[in-house]
């Protein structure tokens, strides 16, 4: 478990080095997540997400994810459920009504864990 957790401070790690790339790196090649109003599929489509995110409304902004559950299915297949959103540059708190609930789902890959699958919806 405590692999998977690493996997995803490496994720916001990323994140707040605003790293497109090293973010893709995590993902598998077919990964999928599931936002609000949009389904984005594949790991190059998820850089270029982040790319374009870092380069234009997600700017300076920054993850923040709080495990509630992380659930093995087996050795190599875990899920996490978090509390999670989004600080934009500048907030140091998060607003309540900008918090999400999500899924992640893990798969281990030639001994690493890469992101399958993500989702999130609103916690309110």
Partial sequence: ???????????????????????????TEDASAVLPGVLRQGRET???????????????????????????LGDDCAVVVSKAGIL????????????VRATWVLHRQDGEWRIAAYANAPAH
């Fill in 88 to 99: 934009m540059a500048g907030q140091e708190q998060m607003p309540a009504e900008l918090e």
């Fill in 1 to 27: 478990m405590n692999d998977v957790k690493a996997t995803l401070d490496r994720f916001y790690q990323a994140w707040a080095d605003q790293d497109a790339d090293a973010i893709a790196a995590l993902y």
């Fill in 46 to 72: 998820l850089r270029a997400y982040f790319k374009g995110a870092f380069e234009g409304p997600l700017k300076g902004s920054r993850g923040v994810d709080d495990p509630i559950e992380i659930r093995m």
